[in-house]
C-alpha cells in the first residue's frame, strides 16, 4: 500500500458528461502528479500541483482541469467526455521541500474510467 | 527534450536466471532516473532511483540498476527471477526544471516462466 489513496476505482460513463476523479495524498506529501495511462500513448504526464499552486502542465486537454485543495487532496475533472478518454488515470504524490524535488513518487491504485 | 527509450517489449526468462530490461536515456544536464514495476490492475509500485554517486543502484526486491554515463542507459538487472517478478517495468527520467514530472519509457512486460 503506497498511501496513496484514489476514488472511485472503476468509472462508467458516457460520451458528453462529466466526471471527477479525487486524490488523497500520501500524509504529509505536498506534491501531487496526475498521469494518464492508455495502451496507444502509454503512460503520460498531465498536471502537477504543489501546496495547492499549479506548478507544471504536460499535454492535458482544455477539457481536463485539476485543483489542489487546502487539505491537500487533489481532484481531476474531465469534461464533454470523449470515447478516447477512457484510460486508467494515476495520481501520485511525492514529499520535499520544493516542486523539483528528487523524491520518488508513490503512486495511488488509479481509476479506470470506461466512456461508452 | 528529456526522453526515455525501452527497446525491448517483452522480456523473457527461465526461473532463476539473471534478468536485465534495459532502458537508454536522453537529458539536457544530469539525468535522474527511475525504475517503477507495475502488477496487474494496480498502480505502480517505486522500485529504486540514481540521483547522483554510485553507478550501481540497489533496490527494491533484490533489484539493481547500473547507470552508464557513456552509453546512456540505466539497465535494470536481478540475479536471479522469480516467478512473481512477472510484470510491467518502466523506466522514467525526471523531467528538467523545477517540477518533479516524471517522462516514462513505454514499457517492458518481463515474464519469467517456471
Known amino acids: 500500500d503506497s498511501g496513496v489513496t484514489q476514488t472511485p476505482k472503476h468509472l462508467i460513463t458516457a460520451t458528453g458528461q462529466r466526471v471527477t476523479l479525487r486524490c488523497s495524498p500520501r500524509s504529509g506529501d505536498l506534491s501531487v502528479y496526475w498521469y494518464q495511462q492508455s495502451l496507444d500513448q502509454g503512460l503520460q504526464f498531465l498536471i502537477q500541483?504543489?501546496?495547492?499552486?499549479?506548478?507544471a502542465k504536460g499535454n492535458i486537454l482544455e477539457r481536463f482541469s485539476a485543483q489542489q485543495f487546502p487539505d491537500l487532496h487533489s481532484e481531476l475533472n474531465l469534461s464533454s467526455l470523449e470515447l478516447g478518454d477512457s484510460a486508467l488515470y494515476f495520481c501520485a504524490s511525492s514529499g520535499g521541500r520544493t516542486s523539483g524535488s528528487y523524491n520518488e513518487q508513490f503512486f495511488g491504485p488509479g481509476t479506470r474510467l470506461t466512456v461508452l | 527534450a528529456q526522453s526515455v527509450a525501452q527497446p525491448e517489449d517483452q522480456v523473457n526468462v527461465a526461473e532463476g536466471n539473471p534478468l536485465t530490461v534495459k532502458c537508454t536515456y536522453s537529458v539536457s544536464g544530469n539525468p535522474y532516473l527511475f525504475w517503477y514495476v507495475q502488477y496487474p490492475n494496480r498502480g505502480l509500485q517505486f522500485l529504486l532511483k540514481?540521483?547522483?554517486?554510485?553507478?550501481l543502484v540497489k533496490g527494491s526486491y533484490g533489484f539493481e540498476a547500473e547507470f552508464n554515463k557513456s552509453q546512456t542507459s540505466f539497465h535494470l538487472k536481478k540475479p536471479s527471477a522469480l516467478v512473481s517478478d512477472s510484470a510491467l517495468y518502466f523506466c522514467?527520467?525526471?523531467?528538467?526544471?523545477?517540477?518533479?514530472?516524471?517522462?516514462f519509457g513505454q514499457g517492458t512486460t518481463l515474464q519469467v516462466k517456471p
Open positions: 540514481y540521483i547522483t554517486g554510485d553507478n
Open positions: 522514467a527520467v525526471r523531467d528538467a526544471g523545477n517540477t518533479g514530472k516524471l517522462i
Open positions: 500541483y504543489y501546496n495547492g499552486e499549479e506548478r
